[in-house]
């Protein structure tokens, strides 16, 4: 089935460090894809989207580019802050032609120390 | 403007109750999912509302049901709790059915003992 698989945590870098979340889908056509951050004790948030191969979603810094040769979709930033801390979620819809269901991978725990 | 709103924020039930979950959607928002989150993993997808109608459920038990009111607010219960069923419930609104730009709430911890 669909489905999205994100590289092990915790990842723990030091602060202006490089980072780099890798994550992969399978599909059926051309999904959109997310990525979601989750900040401790809090909901999540959509930090950036792709809808097309080949797209770049931007946010706050971050980076991801849909590649749809390599199902992937990886998360980077070129300098981290400890403000960065916290568990990331790639996503991908459905495809469905009438839900607007998520799929999520498991998350990854980043850990950026001063 | 708020966001989704969720109530309550911590429960505690015992197995074998029953327990019912509230979600009110962005303002303007006609669309309300529910997600399950187990600890360490990513949220699980249990149901869509669109215009009070059931639009998609996810693979989860009879147990669980939700409505979606005029107001498209929405309700999600659990009957039969289980040891299993602790999580974090999440609640996201969207414009549209197919609409895949979700904005969650802070979620319901249920802890069941």
């Known amino acids: 089935g669909d489905s999205v698989t994100q590289m092990e945590g915790p990842v723990t870098l030091s602060e202006e460090a490089f980072l780099t979340i890798n994550c992969t889908y399978t599909?059926?056509?051309?999904?959109?894809l997310f990525w979601y951050v989750q900040y401790p004790g809090e909901g999540l948030q959509l930090l950036l989207k792709?809808?097309?191969?080949?797209d770049k979603g931007s946010n706050k810094g971050f980076e991801a580019t849909y590649r749809k040769e390599t199902t992937s979709f990886h998360l980077e930033k070129g300098s981290v802050q400890v403000s960065d801390s916290a568990v990331y979620f790639c996503?991908?819809?459905?495809?469905?032609?009438?839900?607007?269901?998520?799929?999520f991978g498991q998350g990854t725990t980043l850990q950026v120390k001063p | 403007d708020a966001g989704v709103t969720q109530s309550p924020t911590h429960l505690i039930k015992t197995r074998g109750q029953h327990v019912t979950l509230r979600c009110s959607p962005i303002?303007?928002?006609?669309?309300v999912s529910w997600y399950q989150q187990v600890l360490g993993q990513g949220p699980q997808f249990i149901f869509q509302?669109?215009?009070?109608?059931?639009?998609g459920r996810g693979n989860f038990p009879d147990r669980f049901s939700a409505r979606q009111f005029p107001n498209y607010s929405s309700e999600l219960n659990v009957n039969a709790l289980l040891l299993g069923d602790s999580a974090l419930y999440l609640c996201?609104?969207?414009?549209?059915?197919?609409?895949?730009?979700?904005?969650f709430g802070p979620g319901t911890r249920l802890t069941v003992t």
């Open positions: 996201a609104s969207s414009l549209g059915q197919i609409s895949y730009e979700q904005y």
């Open positions: 599909a059926t056509g051309y999904p959109s």
């Open positions: 792709a809808t097309k191969a080949d």
């Open positions: 996503a991908r819809g459905s495809g469905s032609s009438n839900t607007g269901k998520l799929i």
């Open positions: 303002s303007g928002h006609k669309s």
């Open positions: 509302y669109y215009e009070k109608e059931e639009r």
